[in-house]
Structures are given as structure tokens and as C-alpha cells.
């Protein structure tokens, strides 16, 4: 699926769906000029993936201007590949989920690269880099594992809060 965002306003949500092999390319037509919007009805990512099963998905943002590049709350399943870059505040927010990510890779958020909430994750490989806060943020009695990460030029490279567990099996 392309999806190409031409107004400011643009949000996409995708609820109770099942997404098998789906490919989502997010692109960015607007002026960027946009601040955070405060009247989001608690979305706030510019795709949000709510209730919805997860198999094999691919996930492609550049550019985007919400407050989550890509939000995904209370799914499950798994993620094939994840590509963000240039997100105007955190690329990637996980929450109320289970999911597991073989390739993530954010390059360059104001904000959290991942901000990972109240589920249980597994990132195989993770390569983040210039987040402008966390590298990973993980939070509210979280369970992640994460294989393989390299962070880079980030203000903190792995946060782990409010009662979370977080494994790495290895890091460079």
C-alpha cells in the first residue's frame, strides 16, 4: 500500500484488520510546517494499527509530523521490517501489545527513536540512530528482548522504567 500524506490534518488508522504480508510506504507531500496537534482523540501517530493482527508486515515512513510517526496499540503478532526516518517527534511507539520485529531501523527522530509501553517485544536486530532523547525507551511493566542493537548518537541509548525487564543479547 502507498499511502501519500498531502495535508497537514492526515492521519491514517487501520482497526481490528488482520495484516498478513501487508507493505505500507508512507510518504510525506505535505509543507511540514504543522505543529503537534493537540485535538488528536488520543491518536497521535500519523498511522496507528489499533486491535489488528500482525503477520510478516513492512512498515516504510519518512518525513512525517506527528507525535508518532507510527503508533501501534493492543496488536499482536509479528513485524517484518520497520524503516523510519526524519520522524518530527518519536518514530516508532509500541503500546498494549505483543509483538515481535525482526529489522527496525530508525535514523534521525526529534524525540524516542522506540518508545516501547505496557506489552511484551522482541526486536531481533535494531539499528537506531541520532534520536534526540532515547535510543529505546522502554516503559510500564514492559518485557522486551532485545537480540542484536546498535545505537548511535543518541542522548540515551536504552531507558528502562516503571517496573520493565529488558533484555540484550548483544550491543555495539
Not at 505500507?24 to 510546517?33: G, S
Amino acid at each position: 500500500f502507498m499511502i501519500e500524506f498531502t495535508k497537514n490534518s492526515g492521519k491514517i488508522v487501520i482497526f481490528n484488520s488482520i495484516l498478513d504480508s501487508w507493505k505500507i510506504f508512507m510518504t510525506n507531500k505535505t509543507d511540514l510546517k504543522r505543529k503537534i496537534d493537540t485535538n488528536t482523540k488520543r491518536l497521535t501517530g500519523c498511522l496507528s494499527v489499533i486491535d489488528s493482527q500482525l503477520k510478516d508486515i513492512e512498515i516504510y515512513a519518512d518525513n512525517f509530523f506527528c507525535e508518532d510517526s507510527v503508533n501501534i496499540i493492543r496488536s499482536n503478532g509479528s513485524i517484518k521490517k520497520i524503516d523510519i526516518s526524519n520522524a518530527f517527534s518519536d518514530a516508532l511507539d509500541l503500546d498494549f501489545s505483543n509483538v515481535s520485529i525482526l529489522n527496525l531501523n530508525i535514523l534521525n527522530a526529534k524525540n524516542d527513536c522506540a518508545d516501547l509501553s505496557f506489552g511484551n517485544y522482541n526486536l531481533i536486530s535494531a539499528v537506531v540512530q541520532d534520536c534526540g532523547d532515547k535510543s529505546i525507551s522502554v516503559g510500564e511493566k514492559s518485557t522486551v528482548i532485545i537480540d542484536e542493537i546498535k545505537s548511535e548518537n543518541s542522548n540515551i541509548g536504552l531507558a528502562s522504567k516503571d517496573s520493565s525487564n529488558v533484555l540484550v543479547k548483544k550491543s555495539f
